[in-house]
């Protein structure tokens, strides 16, 4: 089945340092979705993205929409220790309507040292 | 605005018990429904979805069952627990939007341990 690379697996950063993490497919997407998970909760829903290119922000964080629609990235800006936790991709193939599924990547879990 | 609630949030079990974890979406309505198992390497495996009341579709072979009994309340169960069904399990929900992919929110979980 379609599986979603994402990277890196963790990184440990200081606090006020920006921060990078990517995640790319075989297969195109029409939706790409990142979330973030705190330990012990479920994940929450940080941005959404539905259109090649779209460039998204929801305050520190930026989210892009790959132009090939095989990929998107997340930046965190300014780290702050709450930042801490496992950050999410999931998208969704274009199939033609009928799929109801996310596929998930692996996560990035991210340090922040204050 | 839409919440989503499940219940128990820790579980204990003993192996070969039953199971029964309930998860319910207020302020929406014919909301698409998901179970998902989080092992310890934290990848999502979905079990389970539903588009419809009574209607599952199954996506791994394996020990749990699903029910949809009412719109908005979604049901995971087991006649007999397993060790390896340990884990935490989510549930999500999504609203069909045809201009746009799905975008799934999900539950604050439910910790199961089976001894």
């Known amino acids: 089945g379609q599986q979603l690379n994402q990277s890196p697996q963790s990184m440990f950063i200081q606090e006020g340092e920006d921060v990078s993490m990517n995640c790319t497919s075989s297969?195109?997407?029409?939706?790409w979705l990142w979330y973030k998970q705190d330990p012990g909760e479920g994940p929450v829903l940080l941005i959404a993205?539905?259109?090649?290119?779209e460039l998204t922000s929801n305050g520190r964080l930026t989210a892009q929409f790959g132009i090939t629609r095989k990929d998107s990235f997340l930046n965190i800006s300014a780290s702050i220790p709450s930042d801490v936790g496992i950050y999410f991709c999931?998208?969704?193939?274009?199939?033609?309507?009928?799929?109801?599924?996310?596929?998930f990547g692996k996560g990035t879990l991210l340090t922040v040292n204050p | 605005s839409q919440t989503i609630h499940q219940w128990p949030a820790t579980l204990v079990q003993p192996v070969g018990s039953p199971l029964s974890l309930e998860c319910t979406v207020e302020?929406?309505?014919?909301?698409?429904l998901y179970w998902y198992r989080q092992a310890a390497g934290r990848g999502l495996q979905l079990l389970f979805y539903?588009?419809?009341?009574?209607?599952i579709s199954s996506e791994v072979p394996q020990n749990l069952s699903a029910s949809r009994p009412q719109d908005r309340q979604f049901i995971l169960s087991s006649k007999k627990l397993l060790l390896s069904d340990s884990g935490f399990y989510l549930c999500?929900?999504?609203?069909?939007?045809?201009?746009?992919?799905?975008?799934?929110?999900f539950g604050p979980g439910t910790r199961l341990l089976v001894l």
């Open positions: 999500a929900w999504s609203v069909r939007r045809r201009a746009r992919g799905e975008t799934q929110y």
């Open positions: 297969s195109i997407f029409n939706t």
């Open positions: 993205l539905y259109k090649a290119g």
């Open positions: 999931a998208g969704q193939e274009d199939s033609g309507g009928s799929n109801y599924k996310l596929t």
């Open positions: 302020g929406t309505s014919n909301p698409n």
């Open positions: 539903s588009v419809g009341i009574g209607q």
